[in-house]
């Protein structure tokens, strides 16, 4: 199992970036799949089901981050829109859905640095 998060980066309060996860070493389509972040409470972000259909946010990021997929190129997505300084942290695709997420074994994660 293989999940390789990117498009992190420094963006101003308001802005926007985009995630992605690279995934291999597993059927992809076959689970459900999450977005989780470090040292936060809680520290799942967002979900979404194996073909798509359906996702859920913690409240925090509700109406600002859409997490998507797709099947065809084994990739996740978080879009993340005006941002706020409390999203700062490292973030990671787990597979699962909700705080039953796991990441991968060697995880990276991508950092996002909310900061004027």
């Known amino acids: 199992v293989q999940l390789v998060e990117s498009g992190g980066g420094l963006v101003q309060p308001g802005g926007s970036l985009r995630l992605s996860c690279a995934a291999s070493g597993f059927n992809f389509k076959d689970y459900d799949m999450s977005w989780v972040r470090r040292g936060k409470w809680p520290n799942w972000v967002a979900s979404i089901s194996?073909?798509?259909?359906?996702?859920t946010y913690i409240d925090a990021v509700k109406g600002r981050f859409t997490i998507t997929r797709n099947n065809a190129d084994d990739t996740l997505y978080l879009q993340m829109n005006n941002v706020k300084y409390e999203d700062t942290t490292e973030y990671y695709c787990?597979?699962?859905w909700g705080v039953g997420a796991i990441t991968g074994p060697n995880a990276q994660g991508t950092q996002v640095t909310v900061s004027s």
């Open positions: 194996r073909d798509g259909s359906r996702t």
């Open positions: 787990a597979r699962g």
